[in-house]
């Protein structure tokens, strides 16, 4: 099935330092939605773009959805060990209608956050 | 957030059973829900959309015949792996919306075909 490239792969990191990663796509997407995913665990919803160029915050974390509809990035400031995860981004193409349309989903981003 | 649950959290079961899995929509009513598998180490890959009241849509390369899905009411749907195998053994993932484009997921079942 059709999957998102998310970059970086990995990333090792001490705590405190930013974190960025990045999602791009050849086709165009109307939803960005960034997911974390703990193992063993469903992923949980961080944050959900809606428009080209929206720059979303919820706490720490803080996304954008690229103006070509193409692309998004996430940045977490600050990293706690908490942060350690899997993250990935998903894109949506809504047609509309009330109906929910499936989600595309990122290779995902591997966080490791050393104390 | 809006709460999805699954149940069982994990799974063993022999080679040739039948395993079935559930997806609730605790607080709220969900026409569509869907269901993921997801490989060690691998993204979460679409299977298929359960449609309430309706016959479900399957991916490409996803055996209808093998993976079940009913979807009775619109707080739960069902996914059953018919006579599974060891390639089966994956990681199964559900989701459900409260809203026509967000996506709350379940946490996810644990199978372990022998």
């Known amino acids: 099935g059709q999957q998102l490239n998310q970059s970086p792969q990995s990333m090792f990191i001490q705590e405190g330092e930013d974190v960025s990663m990045n999602c791009t796509s050849s086709?165009?997407?109307?939803?960005w939605l960034w997911y974390k995913q703990d193992p063993g665990e469903g992923p949980v919803l961080l944050i959900a773009l809606y428009k080209a160029g929206e720059l979303t915050s919820n706490g720490r974390l803080t996304a954008q959805f690229g103006i070509t509809r193409k692309d998004s990035f996430l940045n977490i400031s600050a990293s706690i060990p908490s942060d350690v995860g899997i993250y990935f981004c998903?894109?949506?193409?809504?047609?509309?209608?009330?109906?929910?349309?499936?989600?595309?989903f990122g290779t995902g981003t591997l966080l490791a956050v050393q104390p | 957030g809006a709460v999805v649950s699954q149940h069982p959290s994990r799974v063993i079961c022999k080679s040739g059973t039948s395993v079935k899995i559930e997806c609730r929509s605790l607080d709220f009513q969900a026409t569509t829900m869907f269901w993921y598998r997801q490989f060690p180490k691998q993204s979460l890959m679409l299977m298929a959309t359960s449609n309430e009241g309706s016959k479900a849509t399957y991916e490409q390369g996803v055996e209808k015949d093998k993976f079940l899905i009913n979807h009775a009411s619109l707080t739960l749907s069902t996914l059953t792996v018919t006579s599974a195998h060891p390639e089966d053994s994956s990681f199964y993932i559900c989701s459900a919306n409260p809203a026509a484009d967000t996506q709350y997921f379940g946490p996810g079942t644990r199978l372990t075909v022998l």
């Open positions: 086709s165009i997407f109307n939803t």
């Open positions: 998903a894109g949506q193409r809504v047609t509309g209608g009330g109906a929910t349309n499936k989600l595309i």
